[in-house]
């Protein structure tokens, strides 16, 4: 094994036996398999393995199984192998082991020595451990939560409060109003500490002078609020939102507390007045969670015959509602007056929005038929759209003939089919296939003037 490749390999999920694939060859009973990969370098079956081992009190053999890969001093077998460790109650060991890497600098080994100390006691080590790492974003995130176990709040809002000062202008126009932080969610750590303390006004005031409120699209001054039950100012930062993301959490709160009338007309409201393409997905999420998915088609069917509504995303959430409340046909009546409206074109983004919607309505043959007309047809996506629907009707060995006229770009859909039909070998075979790793662009000092840049 070379740990490059191997890292290569995971982190793309390359020339491997994926994680979800793992699982799918051990609930079908093929452990054999797993095991024997186990021991040519498929590090998802050996890591797989050696937690089946430990759970059958076989540690010692779980730990042969890992030792080639912990032998290559490759981080992921390393934490691999700690985090069995801490499992069976040998959390000293696991704390030996990831030391050294912590020790050397490797951010990810820090982190996670800072939580494994935390997490047996010796919180206070960890936060030494972890302190000098500050400007990293990743490793003060970790800094703070395992301050709380620590005692130490004070200690790390000190530290957070001395990066605040230190911000500064992004770069030296005068027009830029952008601002430099390390780390770059300061604010938002130091307000965790505040909230933790019992300052809740601070922590707000400090959410309110962020310059980016939302991360995953979940805004935490909106979170504050909503965990203090302050209603009132939530609703009012709800309306003074531009992104959606603050009424969508009153919208929930609301939920909650079983006034989905109120959630809905929370959203609708936004929506009037900012703009219903940033809350028209959690409106027909809200919709259908409470048996109201006709109303919840009719609101995202108003939006989809808007000027501006007939993108791809908005039809696919129209055409899966459609098939979800056995409409199919309406959909596909929806599709067909889209297609009209651009001339008789429809790109295979649109297209394959049909497929379930004809499968549903017994036409699969004609929607085979069609697929494969369509200029997009011989495509590797649209072997992969088309073998799900033969796939969802029974017709496996069909959809893996289709699949295999693209085995690189559809190797995981193409070995999950094999695995269905028995042939694990065949399976085992497509994944292990090498290509060609892509090159790594150089850059020469210019920039392309070409689309889509």
């Not at 009338?261 to 028209?280: C, E, N, P, T």
């Not at 690189?408 to 269905?420: G, P, Q, T, V, Y």
Request: charged letters at 30%; a negative charge; aromatic letters at 6%.
């Amino acid at each position: 094994m070379d740990a490059d490749d191997l890292d290569y390999r995971t982190r793309t999920l390359t020339g491997c036996i994926p994680p979800t694939l793992v699982a799918k060859l051990l609930e079908r009973g093929h452990e054999q398999e797993v095991e024997f990969q186990a021991g040519r370098a498929e590090w998802f079956c050996a890591q797989e393995w050696a937690r089946l081992l430990g759970q059958r009190d076989c540690q010692e053999q779980a730990l042969e199984v890992l030792a080639p890969y912990v032998a290559l001093k490759w981080w992921p077998a390393v934490q691999g192998q700690a985090e069995l460790l801490e499992d069976w109650g040998r959390a000293e060991e696991a704390i030996a082991l990831a030391r050294p890497y912590a020790e050397a600098g490797d951010r990810l080994a820090l982190e996670f020595l800072g939580r494994l100390l935390a997490r047996h006691g010796r919180s206070g080590e960890a936060f030494a451990l972890l302190r000098t790492g500050v400007r990293d974003w990743f490793l003060a995130r970790c800094l703070v939560d395992v301050a709380e176990a620590a005692g130490l709040d004070d200690e790390a809002a000190a530290l957070l409060e001395v990066r605040l000062d230190a911000t500064e202008p992004a770069c030296d126009d005068p027009d830029c109003g952008n601002l430099r932080r390390e780390p770059f969610n300061v604010i938002d750590l130091l307000a965790t500490i505040r909230e933790r303390q019992g300052r809740t006004d601070e922590a707000i005031a400090l959410l309110r002078t962020r310059e980016t409120t939302s991360v995953n699209n979940r805004d935490e001054l909106a979170e504050l609020l909503a965990r203090h039950d302050r209603i009132t100012e939530l609703r009012a930062y709800a309306a003074s939102d531009d992104h959606g993301h603050g009424v969508q959490r009153l919208a929930e709160v609301l939920e909650e507390r079983g006034d989905v009338d109120g959630a809905v007309a929370a959203l609708r409201a936004f929506g009037a007045a900012k703009g219903m393409w940033q809350v028209i997905a959690p409106l027909s999420d809200l919709l259908s969670r409470n048996g109201r998915g006709d109303e919840a088609i009719t609101v995202v069917r108003a939006f989809a015959d808007g000027p501006n509504g007939a993108e791809d995303w908005i039809v696919d959430m129209l055409c899966t509602l459609y098939a979800d409340h056995d409409r199919p046909r309406e959909g596909l009546a929806f599709l067909d007056a889209l297609k009209a409206r651009n001339g008789g074109r429809e790109d295979w983004d649109f297209f394959r929005m049909r497929l379930p919607l004809m499968a549903e309505c017994g036409l699969l043959d004609e929607a085979v038929e069609q697929a494969r007309a369509h200029p997009e047809g011989d495509s590797p996506y649209a072997d992969w759209a088309l073998s799900e629907v033969l796939s969802d009707a029974g017709r496996t060995e069909e959809a893996v003939a289709l699949l295999e006229r693209h085995p690189r770009e559809n190797s995981h859909r193409l070995a999950d089919r094999l695995i269905d039909l028995g042939r694990i070998e065949d399976a085992v075979r497509v994944l292990q296939r090498t290509w060609p790793k892509p090159p790594v662009p150089v850059f020469d000092g210019s920039y392309s003037t070409e689309p889509p840049f």
